[in-house]
């Protein structure tokens, strides 16, 4: 047998492995997206049968009577707020450490490594004590500054790729007479473009399914995230499956979409940082 028809064999092999693992994984995604467009009856009958009598009576009733479309504008702007703001000061900091090389650069470094270290959970009395004195409780400006604590992980993201980067360019650019934000903006920016594409992605779906921050320092109704609405469902919708499965796929719409339209910046951003230098 030659190497070309084993290669081909192989390849063969391996995908449809991939096929078959990827349609286990759908099976849930699928149970719950069909029963959205049943009763509670016809999901009892045939949970995984196709729905002989599709309805949207789910959705439009989900839609009229939670406050989900409340919830979804609660949470754009936490995320696409609280995701800005790490990833800039993630950048910023990354591009600190690799132009002002030295022993308090390094000690600052070592020291931001701690909070891989330290448990999140032990963090959680500090954090609310913290909140409650600057009267951030139960407000969304109070999630984002907490969610601020992201820009360690986009920090160590970004400083690695960054000092895969030709450092004559930033001597270059001094010698023109570039200040150092003009070097960021300018020079640095585009070519981390790659990094910053996959951070922010994976940023984004960490802040947008996060349960335990909002469940810990939202009460009102008005201010919870969508990820909450499905949490109060599961008690509110006990013996109704097909509701609580309908807001849950309002809720996955969103993230989903998004990872679809991104799913190529975050290859690209991957393979980038892993051949950088």
Same mark, same amino acid.
């Given at each position: 047998?030659?190497?070309?028809?084993?290669?081909?064999?192989?390849?063969?092999?391996?995908?449809?492995?991939?096929?078959?693992?990827?349609?286990?994984?759908?099976?849930?995604?699928?149970?719950?997206?069909?029963?959205?467009?049943?009763?509670?009856?016809?999901?009892?009958?045939?949970?995984?049968?196709?729905?002989?009598?599709?309805?949207?009576?789910?959705?439009?009733?989900?839609?009229?009577?939670?406050?989900?479309?409340?919830?979804?504008?609660?949470?754009?702007?936490?995320?696409?707020?609280?995701?800005?703001?790490?990833?800039?000061?993630?950048?910023?900091?990354?591009?600190?450490?690799?132009?002002?090389?030295?022993?308090?650069?390094?000690?600052?470094?070592?020291?931001?490594?701690?909070?891989?270290?330290?448990?999140?959970?032990?963090?959680?009395?500090?954090?609310?004590?913290?909140?409650?004195? =600057?009267? +951030?409780?139960?407000?969304? #400006?109070?999630?984002? *500054?907490?969610?601020?604590?992201?820009? $360690?992980?986009?920090? !160590?993201?970004?400083?690695?790729?960054?000092?895969?980067?030709?450092?004559?360019?930033?001597?270059?650019?001094?010698?023109?007479?570039?200040?150092?934000?003009?070097?960021?903006?300018?020079?640095? =920016?585009? +070519?981390?473009?790659?990094? #910053?594409?996959?951070? *922010?992605?994976?940023?984004?779906?960490? $802040?947008?399914?996060? !349960?335990?921050?909002?469940?810990?320092?939202?009460?009102?109704?008005?201010?919870?995230?969508?990820?909450?609405?499905?949490?109060?469902?599961?008690?509110?919708?006990?013996?109704?499956?097909?509701?609580?499965?309908?807001?849950?796929?309002?809720?996955?719409?969103? *993230?989903?979409?998004?990872?679809?339209?991104?799913?190529?910046?975050?290859?690209?951003?991957?393979?980038?940082?892993?051949?950088?230098?």
């Amino acid at each position: 047998m030659s190497m070309t028809r084993r290669e081909r064999i192989r390849s063969a092999i391996r995908s449809v492995l991939v096929i078959a693992a990827a349609l286990i994984c759908a099976v849930p995604l699928y149970v719950v997206v069909i029963n959205t467009f049943k009763n509670s009856g016809d999901m009892a009958a045939d949970p995984f049968g196709l729905p002989m009598h599709p309805t949207l009576e789910n959705y439009l009733y989900t839609l009229e009577n939670l406050p989900v479309v409340q919830a979804t504008v609660n949470t754009v702007i936490v995320t696409v707020v609280g995701v800005a703001f790490m990833v800039v000061i993630g950048a910023l900091a990354a591009y600190g450490m690799v132009t002002r090389r030295s022993r308090l650069t390094a000690g600052i470094g070592a020291f931001l490594m701690l909070s891989f270290v330290i448990p999140g959970q032990t963090l959680l009395i500090p954090q609310y004590k913290m909140e409650a004195r =600057l009267g +951030l409780v139960d407000s969304l #400006l109070g999630l984002i *500054v907490l969610y601020l604590g992201g820009a $360690t992980f986009c920090y !160590f993201l970004i400083v690695q790729y960054m000092r895969g980067l030709p450092r004559e360019l930033f001597e270059a650019a001094r010698l023109d007479g570039a200040g150092p934000l003009r070097i960021f903006r300018t020079i640095v =920016l585009p +070519l981390i473009r790659p990094i #910053l594409t996959t951070v *922010v992605v994976f940023e984004t779906m960490w $802040t947008w399914n996060d !349960f335990m921050t909002p469940n810990i320092y939202i009460s009102s109704t008005e201010k919870q995230t969508l990820v909450l609405q499905v949490f109060n469902a599961m008690g509110q919708f006990s013996t109704n499956w097909p509701l609580f499965m309908t807001i849950t796929t309002i809720a996955l719409i969103p *993230v989903f979409v998004f990872f679809i339209l991104c799913q190529k910046w975050i290859v690209a951003g991957l393979v980038a940082g892993s051949v950088k230098g």
